[in-house]
């Protein structure tokens, strides 16, 4: 399985952050003029620095003579800023990145049983109920999602399991042979027309095992237009419209799965009385 990488642009963020701050931390204190005051050229080419020391810089051309050249050195900023930049990416980046951990153990939790309690979700990985169901539409936007949230029931479940299937069993209560469309998302439990039975829980379970491992994905919808062509230069030249960019491209591609979803869910619920709203 793939390694699970909700928001990806935290791994260039992190990157590129850590080499600006070295970049502009190594340059700022490994140059002279950072802890000079004065540039002192003896000869073409051949240069010296000096400090004032309580001196003028009159008082300093005297006591060194007229045939060098004094200059008064102006402290570097761009590459201080260079690495004040690469912090502030840095933390960026970290911050997605501990957003993103917490994104990808709901996607694990989930992943697991195909659905949850919400309920369950908030005690067991120790987030809000409402970081959960906001960041429904990340875990969605990723290859081989979509997770629902039905109301009724407060529970998260794969949609796709609410995908209508036929069951054929033989009742346990009277003997009748039943076969129906079930939903496998355990919205409902169906029961034999005859007895009211329920049907048992060994067979639904088998017959959801066997979906599950059936599951086929359409990629072509989620691919991505984010575009690294424009963003390496963005956040190269100018970092913070490299980030408006990626914002508005992720909750670009976050809204255009959700139509998708919501459409599916649409024409796979007409049979499914699960009540209540849902959200994608």
Not at 79 to 100: D, Q
Request: glycine share 6%.
């Amino acid at each position: 399985m793939a390694k699970k990488d909700v928001f990806k642009i935290d791994n260039y963020l992190i990157t590129i952050g850590i080499l600006f701050l070295i970049a502009g931390l190594a340059t700022t204190f490994l140059d002279p003029r950072s802890y000079n005051d004065l540039l002192v050229e003896k000869s073409p080419g051949s240069y010296t620095f000096e400090d004032y020391e309580g001196r003028t810089l009159e008082e300093v051309q005297q006591e060194l003579g007229s045939d060098v050249t004094v200059t008064v050195i102006e402290k570097p900023f761009i590459r201080p800023i260079i690495g004040i930049s690469g912090l502030l990416l840095l933390m960026v980046g970290v911050y997605y990145r501990k957003k993103e951990n917490k994104i990808h153990s709901i996607w694990d939790a989930l992943e697991k049983t195909k659905e949850g309690k919400l309920r369950d979700l908030e005690v067991s990985l120790g987030l809000k109920r409402s970081f959960i169901l906001n960041n429904l539409k990340h875990i969605n936007a990723q290859l081989g999602a979509y997770y629902v949230y039905i109301s009724a029931k407060d529970t998260i479940v794969d949609g796709r399991l609410m995908e209508e299937h036929t069951l054929s069993v033989k009742c346990t209560g009277c003997g009748h042979s039943i076969k129906k469309k079930v939903s496998l998302a355990n919205l409902e439990k169906p029961a034999c027309d005859y007895c009211g039975a329920p049907v048992p829980v060994a067979e639904l379970s088998k017959l959801r095992k066997d979906v599950v491992n059936q599951f086929v994905w359409d990629n072509t919808s989620k691919k991505s237009d984010f575009n690294l062509a424009i963003f390496i230069p963005l956040l190269l030249f100018f970092w913070p419209a490299a980030i408006g960019y990626m914002v508005y491209k992720k909750n670009l591609a976050s809204s255009k799965n959700i139509d998708m979803l919501a459409k599916f869910t649409k024409d796979n619920l007409q049979n499914v009385s699960a009540g209540g709203n849902i959200r994608i």
